[in-house]
Each structure stands twice: as structure tokens, then as C-alpha cells.
């Protein structure tokens, strides 16, 4: 039940910022690549599921490893989204102004998400 909602929160966050980027594209002058957005947010959203599949298993768990398993959650999405930023703005050199605004939006948008998603779940079921 909880990967559910989570997973359809992240779904509508992908497809709004997916929508409102193609409109903005359409009706300013900015050049926004669909093609690069959908990668980014596939790969955002990939690092966010195996996120939340470690801290819904660490629920699961006896109390003293619960906190263990939340702070590895956590580390493991830091961790998968520094190589995301290094692989996407140094090693395929999307550093256009539209790229790194794209790639900082998305980061912002789903890291939030996913910060207040295990908030609220803590705070129905404490450590």
C-alpha cells in the first residue's frame, strides 16, 4: 500500500514536470529536449523506487535496525544521484542553461517528494 502511493506521487510529479516542460518549450523560446527530460526522469525516479524499496524494507524490521535502514535509504539516494549529476553534466555534457535547469528542477521536485513521503510514513509508524 505504501509503494503504491508513493509510486503514483512520483508518477504525477514525472508527468507534470514532463507536460510543463513541453509547454513551456512550445509556447516561449526555450529549447527544451523531451528526449533528455524523459531520461532524466526515468533515472530520478529509479533512484527514488530503490530508495524507497530499502526504507519500506527497514519497516519491517526490529526497531534498532529501522533507523539503519532509513539512514541507508537515504544515503543510497545521495550516493545514486551524485553519479547521476556526474555522469549527466560532466561525462555527456549537458550543460546548456535548459539541461541543468531541467536536471536541478527535477532533483528539487522528486528529492522533496520523497523527503516529506518518509516523513509522514515515520510519523505513522515511529522508530
Not at 27 to 55: E, G, K, R
Not at 80 to 88: I, Q
Request: aromatic share 12%.
Amino acid at each position: 500500500m505504501i509503494f503504491r502511493k508513493f509510486l503514483t506521487g512520483i508518477l504525477l510529479i514525472g508527468l507534470t514536470v514532463i507536460v510543463s516542460a513541453y509547454l513551456a518549450g512550445r509556447f516561449t523560446a526555450l529549447d527544451v529536449n523531451i528526449t533528455d527530460l524523459a531520461i532524466l526522469t526515468l533515472c530520478f525516479t529509479l533512484i527514488s523506487l530503490v530508495m524507497i524499496v530499502i526504507f519500506i524494507k527497514g519497516l519491517s524490521k526490529e526497531p534498532e535496525n529501522q533507523t539503519i535502514y532509513s539512514l541507508a535509504a537515504l544515503g543510497v539516494k545521495i550516493f545514486l544521484e551524485m553519479a547521476l549529476a556526474l555522469v549527466w553534466l560532466i561525462i555527456a555534457k549537458k550543460t546548456g542553461v535548459v539541461s541543468v535547469v531541467l536536471f536541478f528542477v527535477l532533483y528539487l521536485a522528486i528529492s522533496l517528494y520523497s523527503i516529506f513521503f518518509i516523513l509522514k510514513t515515520l510519523k505513522k509508524k515511529s522508530l
